[in-house]
């Protein structure tokens, strides 16, 4: 059986490539064991055994939310192997922050059974030349706790956000703020 890298291909998306069923087939699942956590100052890491994954309500709350991304001005981007879409990152069009310093990338998946294979950096790659086009500093993400998600951020040069979006924050108060400098 050969294993080797499949072909991927990446696209911007437009409204009409946000069907009802374009995730249907993705596979977010996730099983954490350790999460990092902010007490205080500090950022530790604890023991947390839980189990994403989601069902095709949730789902369909995604693709509303992608779809509301680019009626207001961001950017859904897809990674595909063949017409199947395994991999998806957005970027709001909404400027915040201090100094309108930044934009949020809300959503970066990659389908459980083509992680590893560089589609997650490729994905963060392409939101950060849109963000780049619209002028600004940094991308904002409030990023999955769990040890694994934050290891992908920090090895892509993320670090703990400069300042916090309360709003972003409120969303999911157990997710690490976390920043990209353009």
Partial sequence: MNRGKVMIRYKRLKEEDLTNDLLKSF???QRTTQVVYKNNADYIIKQDHFVDHWDEEHKARVTSDLKNCMITGGAVIGSFHNALLVGFANIEGKKFGSRNQYLEMPYIHVSQ???????????FELCCQFAKEKGVEKL???AHPAVETQQFYRALGCTYAEE???????REPLDIQLEYRL
């Fill in 27 to 29: 596979n977010r699942f």
């Fill in 113 to 123: 059974e083509q992680r590893g294979q560089g589609i997650g950096k490729k994905l």
């Fill in 140 to 142: 904002y993400i409030g």
């Fill in 164 to 170: 916090i979006n309360d709003e972003i924050f409120s």
